[in-house]
Nanobody, 123 residues
Framework: QVQLVESGGGSVQAGGSLMLSCRGS????????MGWFRQAPGKEREGVAV????????FYADSAKGRFTISQGNAKNTVYLQMNSLKPDDTAMYYC????????????????WGKGTLVTVSS
């Protein structure tokens, strides 16, 4: 049973930073597409950043470029999202997701989802 467990959400003031972590388990993919999506109240879910763990290719939403950095742990079953210069518009539930395929990007459908971690940015 595939599990994705997120941590690191919380409340921060605008301009602050947070780092989210996601640990995956229960799958046998040697490499996969893994990353972060978010959904704000009243809005559709959107991709934020994903990484292909096989070669480290990264993909970012325009809103994340220059402020957020996705990375993977040594074991490749953990991904991190370092979020800097946070804005109130970044307030959302952030979900970790995984796709067991070489094709990777924020617009690709994901196979598995975590339960989410809430990020709240106040002005």
């Amino acid at each position: 049973q595939v599990q994705l467990v997120e941590s690191g959400g919380g409340s921060v003031q605008a301009g602050g930073s947070l780092m989210l972590s996601c640990r995956g388990s229960g799958y046998t993919y040697l490499s996969n597409c893994m990353g972060w999506f978010r959904q704000a109240p009243g809005k559709e879910r959107e991709g934020v950043a994903v990484i292909y763990t096989g070669d480290g290719r990264t993909f970012y939403a325009d809103s994340a470029k220059g402020r957020f950095t996705i990375s993977q742990g040594n074991a490749k079953n953990t991904v991190y999202l370092q979020m800097n210069s946070l804005k109130p518009d970044d307030t959302a539930m952030y979900y970790c997701a995984l796709r067991g395929d070489y094709d990777c990007g924020i617009d690709y459908g994901m196979d598995y989802w975590g339960k989410g971690t809430l990020v709240t940015v106040s002005s």
